[in-house]
């Protein structure tokens, strides 16, 4: 006889897991909404027995008393005004009092956590444990309450902050001696988060700190700055004592910039950026060239030739967005003399007692991305380094308005020019993932956080003049004309784009020209001063007061010729 199989309702389980997982939750959901029945009826009863309990205690001869007592109250509360009404609130709100939830909130760590801080200070015993210390704070087996002051832990059990005490003979002015304690901290606390070491040399303490993820939301905006600031991206709150308001959508909320001061009061009037490919040095470049728009000129220089920059050419105050090495040079030609313009215009006005004109306190932008690809290719044609044009915006830049940044990948860092790396000293930029040394080396100071072996695009650290490094993210400003990244994204860079003065597709070809400029007769009999011309040597220099033929080459802006 066949056997007959039992019913799906008792061989299949799901059915029983979904059964009980609604059950739970409809109890979990009766409770949260019938709490305060339940804490009423609780309260009423510890009274009934504390009221029990009195009355077992209190003596024969003294129970009639009380009797006549309660029953007057209950008489002067039953004939007074609204007394019913009053009595049973007041009834209610004991009840309430008495029957609240009395279990002592948790002290200290778990059990867990209790292990955790002892495997951690166990860790730490060969680093600041010492054979010669009478008392020594670290030593195997030891107390670890005694070297751990405070300490607090997430919802799973890890280490979100912890002070510790180290003794006073531990060479904590040494950087290898830090590194190696910050080493062991960061590898028992968890890895795959930042962490923030705070060294307190004169307290002899150490507070470690996990840090939240930079917003990686912010989009290309108008910030509210200052003329000649300039937001590199943004960092911690407890780094900087400044924040911004920053439209995210619909909302506006403050965020703590990194901001950059140029002019010729700055410290720091260029910037170098350096990153591996990928890692937002082109995104900050374009971030940096529709803020400077706003009060400036901007000279482009695309060494990397992938039309990263085509958005810009064309437009109102983009001089020229050049990629290659001709017209590379030739452009940057004409920014040092421009450069030498500046600062002899601005000599004379001084010596005569009268403010710069107001061409030469334009800033003018110059960025070049990726310059040591165009100094491969300048070489291969016979032409000269486009880097050794560079000399003098970066050495008079500052007195002259001209502002330099030059983002370079780090393979080839080593092909940076002496002036590159000389005048951009003050100022530095490290995108993408790093490990401490190299931030070390470029920046040329360590930073007090981990790095994470995984960041987003223009995720980085900043360092400017004398202040510390600080963690940044640059703001999302993509190609608008890169389909791949979002819609809303690419909105916000059109939306800060100046109006076009060369219609959009249009690349004309050079075509030669005569400009015949006429300079009026000063009454020292010196030449005015204005910008730098090439005469026709047919014509000879010509008299001060006289005209100047000038040949040159009218093209749109961003072809090469």
């Known amino acids: 006889m066949a056997r007959r199989p039992l019913p799906r309702i008792l061989t299949d389980r799901a059915p029983l897991l979904r059964g009980r997982e609604l059950a739970r939750t409809a109890a979990d959901g009766a409770g949260d909404i019938f709490h305060p029945l339940l804490t009423l009826s609780r309260g009423l009863r510890r009274l009934a027995v504390s009221a029990a309990q009195r009355w077992r205690a209190t003596p024969q001869e003294r129970r009639a008393p009380m009797c006549f007592l309660i029953g007057a109250c209950v008489l002067v509360v039953a004939l007074a005004p609204y007394g019913p009404l009053l009595g049973l609130l007041a009834l209610m709100g004991a009840a309430a009092w008495t029957g609240r939830d009395r279990s002592p909130a948790p002290t200290g760590p778990g059990e867990a956590e209790s292990a955790r801080l002892r495997a951690l200070y166990e860790a730490l015993v060969p680093y600041f444990g010492g054979d010669g210390d009478p008392d020594p704070l670290y030593t195997y087996g030891g107390d670890w309450e005694a070297a751990f002051d405070a300490y607090a832990f997430d919802d799973g059990g890890r280490i979100v902050r912890l002070r510790l005490r180290y003794p006073a003979y531990f060479t904590d002015g040494e950087a290898a ?187 003018l932008w110059i960025l070049a991305d990726r310059p040591t690809a165009l100094s491969h290719l300048a070489t291969a044609e016979g032409y000269d380094d486009p880097q050794r044009l560079l000399q003098v915006p970066l050495r008079h830049g500052r007195a002259a308005q001209v502002t330099v940044v030059v983002a370079e990948q780090f393979d080839n860092a080593g092909l940076l020019s002496d002036p590159v790396r000389v005048h951009t000293t003050r100022a530095r930029v490290v995108l993408g993932p790093a490990t401490p040394d190299e931030v070390r080396t470029v920046l040329g100071a360590e930073p007090h956080t981990t790095p994470t072996p995984v960041v987003p695009p223009g995720r980085g650290y900043a360092l400017l003049g004398a202040g510390p490094v600080l963690r940044l993210q640059v703001p999302a400003t ?65 008299p001060a007061g006289g005209a100047i033929t000038v040949h040159g080459t009218v093209r749109a802006a961003g072809a090469e010729g």
């Open 177 to 363: 001696a830090r590194t190696r304690i910050e080493q062991v901290l960061h590898a028992k606390s968890g890895r795959g988060r930042e962490y923030r070491f705070g060294w307190d040399e004169e307290a002899n303490t150490l507070t470690l700190t996990v840090l939240d993820a930079l917003p990686t939301d912010i989009a290309a905006q108008r910030f509210v700055t200052a003329p000649g600031e300039t937001v590199l991206g943004f960092t911690d709150p407890e780094s900087v004592r400044r924040t911004l308001p920053v439209t995210d959508g619909e909302t506006v909320r403050d965020e703590p910039p990194v901001i950059w001061r140029t002019g010729p009061r700055s410290t720091e009037p260029h910037l170098l950026v350096l990153g591996q490919p990928g890692s937002g040095t082109t995104t900050l470049l374009r971030s940096l060239a529709l803020q400077a728009l706003a009060h400036g000129d901007v000279l482009i220089i695309d060494g990397g030739g992938t039309g990263e920059f085509g958005a810009l050419a064309g437009r109102s105050g983009v001089l020229g967005v050049e990629s290659g090495p001709a017209g590379a040079l030739a452009t940057l030609a004409w920014a040092a003399q421009e450069t030498e313009r500046r600062l002899l215009v601005t000599s004379r006005a001084r010596q005569a007692g009268e403010p710069a004109p107001d061409d030469t306190r334009r800033p």
């Open 478 to 542: 993509p190609d608008p004309h890169d389909e791949t990244v979002g819609a809303d994204e690419r909105r916000a860079v059109l939306a800060l784009l100046p109006e076009r003065t060369v219609p959009a597709g249009e690349r004309s070809v050079g075509r030669p020209v005569r400009m015949t400029k006429t300079f009026a007769e000063p009454a020292t009999g010196e030449q005015t001063p204005g910008r730098a011309a090439v005469a026709d040597p047919s014509q000879g220099a010509g």
